[in-house]
């Protein structure tokens, strides 16, 4: 019933930057925490960032620094400000998100489709 859309992945230059948005649409529901993951083939997928609905957030030691997690709650969005980018970022990144349905508070988690991130010269 909630569905999120990414977009934003795309070609760059080492050093270079991107910004990464997620949206969330559909029944009525309380998101508490968004994330950013990403995967590469053969290897298994890891946490970039989350962010809970009150604004704590937590990073992957390999993009403190370089990447910043944003939410806005009233567009039940968030987004992965990533600067400096390096070879080793590449990968599909998938935003995901926990929450409740408003009307009876059962769990629910939910996956965007992908977005590839290639870093290269």
């Known amino acids: 019933q909630v569905q999120l859309v990414e977009s934003g992945g795309g070609l760059v230059q080492p050093g270079g930057s991107l910004r990464l948005s997620c949206a969330a649409s559909?029944?009525?529901?309380?998101?508490?925490?968004m994330g950013w993951y990403r995967q590469v083939p053969g290897k298994e997928r890891e946490l970039v960032a989350d962010?809970?609905?009150?604004?704590?957030?937590n990073y992957a030691d390999s993009v403190k620094g370089r990447f910043t997690i944003s939410r806005d709650n009233a567009k039940n969005a968030a987004y992965l400000q990533m600067n400096s980018l390096k070879p080793e970022d590449t990968a599909v990144y998938y935003c995901?998100?926990?929450?409740?349905?408003?009307?009876?508070?059962?769990?629910?988690?939910?996956w965007g489709q992908g977005t590839l991130v290639t870093v290269s010269s």
């Open positions: 995901n998100a926990r929450g409740v349905y408003d009307w009876d508070y059962s769990s629910f988690e939910v």
């Open positions: 559909g029944s009525i529901f309380s998101i508490k925490t």
């Open positions: 962010t809970t609905r009150e604004g704590n957030t």
